[in-house]
């Protein structure tokens, strides 16, 4: 099973709209794919329309440390599922604070037999942009963790203090049986001004330099109005924008091409096409 966090030490960098474009696309491949939204602003709650709500959500998974039924809601796409975020004072911080094993808390829940292969092929962790155990457990509770960056000054220094910042004080200790992921960085929301293709090249050379900790995927995810109004809409990108006149990429080719990058296993599997659940559950190795 492939298990994402999308996580940032920045707001604004577009991690919600990664999380939950990505699972939407794995869902309309035939992927059974479950969001788990670690945000205290419940925005991936809410990104897509509820069919089923379940009665509880984030704060008993993590206070219980177990994923029951009970807590895992259906939205209106076929195939995908979200544990919603019900911790709008942030308490949750503080209860893990005070918790000797707060860092495996989610990735302990997550193997709760609700969320085993025999349910789900892929978990998307959304996570704030706040640094704190809330945080620290969503990045530990991942195989991979996709950081999206925004290709300006002050976004490029803050992830590359920050991350790093991170995976220092994730590293594990010799009893622990987590540990971070490897990181794969996004550039996202990147606009058409010569000043953010500089500042995109910059990044990719930075992280050159720090030995393979950090991967800049080639996919950049574009500046473009097709994302906030299939957000608006509450519809996956890549339905919203099949298609696209100019040198853009239109997002269901970005989407496409992002999530082939992520698992490779998948690459060359479109949405609407044949279920792919062996391809998505192998792209955990991959």
């Known amino acids: 099973m492939i298990k994402f966090t999308v996580l940032s030490t920045k707001g604004g960098v577009g991690k919600t709209t990664l ?12 992927l059974r794919v479950l969001l ?47 544990i919603r975020s019900d ?19 989610l990735g302990n829940a997550l193997n709760s037999p609700a969320v085993s292969e025999d349910y789900y092929d892929c978990v998307l962790i959304d996570t704030q942009g706040t640094v704190g155990p809330l945080q620290d457990t969503a990045a530990l509770a991942a195989t991979q963790i996709i950081s999206p960056i925004k290709p300006e000054i002050l976004s490029a220094r803050e992830f590359k203090t920050g991350t790093m910042e991170l995976l220092a004080r994730l590293e594990p200790s010799p009893n622990s ?14 606009d058409r001004t010569a000043d953010a293709r500089i500042i995109a090249e910059s990044i990719r050379q930075d992280f050159i330099k ?28 890549h339905r919203h924008e099949p298609s696209r006149k100019g ?20 690459a060359g599997h479109y949405a609407g096409s044949e279920a792919v659940q062996d391809k998505g559950r192998d792209g955990a190795e991959a």
């Open 87 to 105: 911790d709008p004072d942030g308490s949750l911080q503080t209860w893990l604070l005070h918790r000797i094993d707060r860092g495996e808390r």
């Open 247 to 266: 040198t853009m990429p239109s997002a269901y080719e970005t989407m496409h091409a992002l999530l082939w990058e992520l698992v490779p296993s998948l």
């Open 19 to 30: 999380a939950a474009n990505l699972g939407a696309l794995m869902a309309d491949m035939g």
């Open 210 to 237: 720090l030995g393979g900790r950090v991967t800049v995927l080639d996919t950049v995810v574009p500046d473009a109005k097709s994302y906030k109004e299939s957000a608006t809409l509450c519809i996956p990108a």
């Open 36 to 82: 788990v939204d670690a945000d205290v602003q419940p925005a991936l709650s809410k990104y897509y329309r509820i069919k089923r709500e379940a009665p509880f959500g984030l704060t008993k998974v993590i206070t219980t440390g177990y994923v029951t039924e009970d807590c895992i809601s259906q939205t209106v796409i076929d195939g995908l599922d979200v």
């Open 177 to 190: 049986k987590y540990r971070v992921g490897p990181v794969k960085a996004v550039i996202s929301m990147q």
